[in-house]
C-alpha cells in the first residue's frame, strides 16, 4: 500500500510534469487594426502634365484631374513574457496595425489653370470626390478581410523558448516581419480594386460628359 509520502511525491511529480509540458505551448495574441482614412489636400500647384508625370500608378488619360490613394498598412508588436527557471517564454502579446494613405492625406491634383471656383475647378473637384470616396470606402470595406488574414498567420505561429532577453526582440520583429510579408500580397489585391473601381468612371464618356458642362478648357 501507497504511504502518504510517496503519494504525495507522485502528485507532485505529476503536476510538476503536467506544468512542464503546458509551458510555452499556448499562443494568446491580440490583434488591433485602426484605419485611418485620411485628409483630403487639394493641390492646385502643378499642372497635369506634371502631376500625371509624377503618378505612381497607371493613369488614365481622360482624367482631368488626380487622386493618389495607394493604400498602406505598418504594424507593430509587444512580446509576452513567461520565465520558468532559466527558460524564457517569448510570444505575440499584442498587435496594432494602421492601415492609410501616405502621410495620413488623401491628395486630389487639379490643374493650376483652373481657379478655385471656375466651373472648370468644381467639375473636376467633383469627380475626384468619387475617387476620394473609393478609397475611404475600401479601407472599410477590407478592414475585416484585413483583419482574418492577421488571425490566420498568427494560428500558424508558436511561442519560442529562449534563455536570454537579447533574443527577444529579434524574434518578436522576425514574426512581424513574416505578418507583413504574407499580408503585402492582400494590400495589392485591394489596391488593384481601388484601382479597377476608379477605372470605371474614368472612361471617354464621362470625360465627355464633364466637359460639356463648362466651356473654358
Known amino acids: ?7 504525495f511525491a507522485a502528485l ?24 485611418n482614412q485620411g485628409n483630403v489636400q487639394y493641390i492646385t500647384t502643378k499642372s497635369r502634365s506634371e502631376f500625371l508625370k509624377d503618378a505612381k500608378q497607371p493613369i488614365s488619360p481622360n482624367t482631368l484631374g488626380l487622386t493618389v490613394s495607394n493604400l498602406s498598412i505598418s504594424g507593430s508588436a509587444k512580446a509576452n513574457m513567461e520565465t520558468l527557471g532559466k527558460q524564457i517564454c517569448v510570444s505575440l502579446g499584442i498587435l496594432n496595425f494602421k492601415m492609410g494613405y ?14 478655385p471656383g471656375s466651373c472648370e475647378y468644381e467639375v473636376i473637384r467633383e469627380h475626384e470626390k468619387y475617387h476620394v470616396d ?3 470606402q475600401a479601407m472599410l470595406f477590407f478592414k475585416p478581410d484585413i483583419e482574418k488574414k492577421i488571425h490566420q498567420i498568427v494560428g500558424k505561429m508558436h511561442p519560442k523558448i529562449v534563455r536570454s532577453e537579447k533574443e527577444i526582440d529579434p524574434i518578436i520583429q522576425e514574426q512581424l516581419n513574416q505578418i507583413m510579408t504574407e499580408l503585402a500580397p492582400l494590400i495589392q489585391h485591394i489596391n ?3 484601382a479597377e473601381k476608379n477605372a470605371a468612371i474614368d472612361t471617354p464618356e464621362s470625360y465627355a460628359k464633364a466637359t460639356a458642362l463648362c466651356k473654358n478648357w
Not at 102 to 115: F, M, S
Open 12 to 35: 507532485l511529480s505529476l503536476f510538476l510534469s503536467q506544468n512542464a509540458s503546458a509551458f510555452c505551448d499556448i499562443l494568446n495574441t491580440r490583434v488591433n487594426v485602426i484605419t
Open 102 to 115: 501616405e502621410k495620413g492625406a488623401l491628395k486630389v491634383y487639379i490643374d493650376k489653370k483652373y481657379r
Open 134 to 136: 473609393v478609397a475611404q
Open 1 to 7: 500500500m501507497m504511504n502518504k509520502k510517496t503519494l
Open 192 to 194: 488593384q480594386k481601388i
